[in-house]
């Protein structure tokens, strides 16, 4: 059980709260153990009175009714303890859990965006619900029916001991049988359970991907072909469910059997003794009493070892993640005050997933207040230099300065926050449009939102919605048009008053009138902002300070936009090609 010792920490911080669940447990349960004992004494009185051995009619009645009010007060007693020991034990776990969940998502938080390529989402949903929750289940019932047996177990049979030997031997003898028996059929069970699971998440992971790509299957009109796809994945799933349900249906059969045998003894072996007079007939009662009590905690021998095992598998599918360091480190706690100049030495990048080089031996630099326009074909890497700019990724080859500080030593979390990014495809969180604009600047007043979106030039479309700035976007609310979106996080970039704007084809979807208004609203308020603007339109770059044309991960022309298209190459093509566009 190497991967649960990591748990070792959660149990020595909440070490009290186990004690006291233990001991409750201890009480309840030695409580419990009493009841066999009165009931049997009970029976003994009658059939000593029967048998002329106590004559007192009063007397006998007398301590009758003490002993049914004994067995009512140890009951309830019995109870109050089992509510506390449920209320220590369970919710321990609960808690443990709760930890476990957030010390997974702040990992998350940490691990670099690579890890999030290489990793399904359903993987990083399932291990911090469905794993974690297998783990509780160790942490909590499992602890809790663990100590619930020893108690049982050390309490009756030293009871059953005292009382008589032979009895007892011949009792138990069932007991290892059921126990190994619930263990394998656990486990049959769990082998089971897990495919049903699989299948779940198959189910899952196929109608999440329909909803998301409803307008694709509506326009090519396949629902019938879906609607078979999921056919036969439900089919599949239902017949691996109706399989768990027949090892389910085995276990309490199982249980009834072999308390059944062990009754079966305890009467027979019990009723000779009584006919040699060994025995009274009130401790066959009480022994019966006993082997049902005790049956339950060894049929849980089973399952907690089968559940042990299983919280060690998913413990070490969290501890993979838990253990991986991510691949962007901060290496620096200087406070880092940008200024904004970027330069790129000889830097070749090189994606280790794919083995796709996609930038090959760049260099170039942008003075801080520049405006840097990128161009290239489709695939070209234009992407690669912003993602490693915002150090979304780290390169091995080259190096890449940020005011002649290296990248990789400056503070990460200084320079992200001094970076304004507007990815090529943007994403809006599920709520009010402000708060989506707000997400650049926690703190941002009113002013500075309707500010940031008027430079966005999508002030007018906000307002003309019924609920303004508190549209709700998303699933449950409006749909915003591509162009909206992307102007929607131009203002959430541009509210941040980073020190460097990033524009990854940012204005593809607006028209040229709008994209003309946004960069001369740009062109006023980046005075001071280093910009880079990444667009496969001429009308985008042509006002920049410097323009990089790029193709297959080269840097293939350098100049600006009067110098470029007296030059013969791509873009004096794409200039001419768009010139001609604009006057048909
Ligand atoms: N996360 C990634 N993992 C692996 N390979 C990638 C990744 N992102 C991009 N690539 C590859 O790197 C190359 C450059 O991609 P990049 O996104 O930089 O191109 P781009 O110039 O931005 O193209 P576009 O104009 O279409 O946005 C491509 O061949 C692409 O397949
Ligand atoms: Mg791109």
Redesign the pocket.
């Known amino acids: 059980m190497k991967e649960l010792q990591y748990l070792n920490k959660y149990f020595s911080k909440y070490k009290w709260r186990f004690l006291i669940g233990i001991l409750m447990t201890f009480f309840a349960k030695f409580l419990a153990l009493k009841i066999p004992q009165i009931i049997g004494d009970s029976l003994n009185i009658v059939e000593d009175y029967q048998n002329g051995i106590v004559t007192d009619l009063e007397e006998v009645k007398h301590q009758l009714l003490i002993n049914v009010l004994i067995i009512i007060g140890v009951t309830i007693l019995s109870g109050v303890f089992i509510f506390l020991m449920r209320q220590t034990i369970i919710v321990t776990s609960r808690l443990i859990e709760f930890d476990l969940k957030n010390e997974i998502y702040q990992q998350y938080q940490r691990l670099s965006l690579n890890f999030y ?1 290489k990793n399904r989402t359903g993987d990083l949903m399932n291990r911090i619900s469905e794993d974690v929750s297998k783990v509780r289940t160790y942490v909590g019932p499992a602890v809790m029916y663990s100590v619930n047996m020893i108690v049982l177990f050390a309490v009756g049979f030293t009871q059953m001991v005292s009382i008589d030997v032979k009895l007892t031997l011949y009792t138990l003898i069932p007991f290892p049988l059921l126990s190994v028996s619930i263990f394998v059929l656990s486990k049959i069970i769990n082998k089971r359970s897990t495919i049903v699971q699989e299948y779940l998440s198959k189910l899952t992971t196929f109608n999440q991907e329909f909803f998301s790509g409803i307008d694709v299957v509506k326009s090519y009109g396949i629902e019938a072909s879906i609607i078979k796809d999921f056919d036969d994945i439900a089919n599949d799933s239902k017949e691996k469910n109706i399989h768990l349900q027949k090892a389910n249906a085995l276990f309490f059969p199982l249980m009834i059997l072999l308390i059944g045998i062990s009754n079966v003894l305890v009467l027979y072996i019990g009723g000779s003794q009584y006919i040699n007079g060994e025995i009274q007939i009130g401790t066959i009662i009480e022994f019966m009493l006993y082997v049902n009590i005790l049956t339950w905690p060894v049929a849980v021998v089973g399952w907690v070892t089968s559940m042990a095992q299983q919280a060690e598998a998913s413990q070490a599918r969290i501890n993979e993640f838990l253990k991986q360091v991510p691949e962007i480190q901060n290496n620096s706690s200087k406070p880092f005050s940008l200024a904004g100049s970027v330069t790129f030495k000889n830097v070749t990048f090189t ?1 280790d ?2 083995n ?1 080089t ?1 930038l090959k031996n760049i260099s170039f630099s942008v003075k801080s207040g520049e405006t840097l326009a990128i161009l ?10 912003i993602e490693l700019i915002s150090r979304l990724y780290d390169t091995n080859i080259g190096t890449i300065l940020l005011d002649n500080t290296p990248i990789k030593e400056a503070n990460l979390n200084d320079v992200r926050s001094q970076i304004g990014f507007v990815p ?1 495809d943007p994403f809006l969180f599920s709520e009010s449009i402000e708060d989506n604009i707000k997400f650049g600047k926690e703190d941002a007043t009113e002013a500075e939102i309707t500010t940031a979106a008027k430079n966005a030039d999508v002030h007018k479309n906000i307002i003309d919605f019924p609920n303004g700035y508190k549209t709700i976007l998303g699933e449950r609310g409006v749909t915003l048009s591509g162009g909206q979106k992307q102007r929607v996080s131009i203002a959430r970039a541009i509210i941040k008053k980073p020190k460097i704007l990033i524009f ?2 940012c204005l593809s979807a607006v028209d040229t009138e709008t994209e003309e208004k946004i960069l001369s609203n740009l062109e006023r308020i980046s005075k001071n902002i280093t910009t880079f603007i ?1 667009s ?1 339109r001429i009308s985008s770059a042509k006002n920049a300070d410097k323009i990089i044309v ?1 193709d297959d ?1 080269k840097i293939t022309q350098q100049g600006t936009h009067n110098q470029l298209i007296k030059l013969e190459g791509y873009y004096k093509d794409l200039y001419e090609q768009q010139l001609l566009e604009k006057e048909n």
Do not use: C, E, F, N
């Open positions: 390529k994606y997933d794919t796709i996609a290239g074909k489709t695939g070209a890497g234009k992407s690669t230099i090529q990854d084809d990444i496969h790029l991960g």
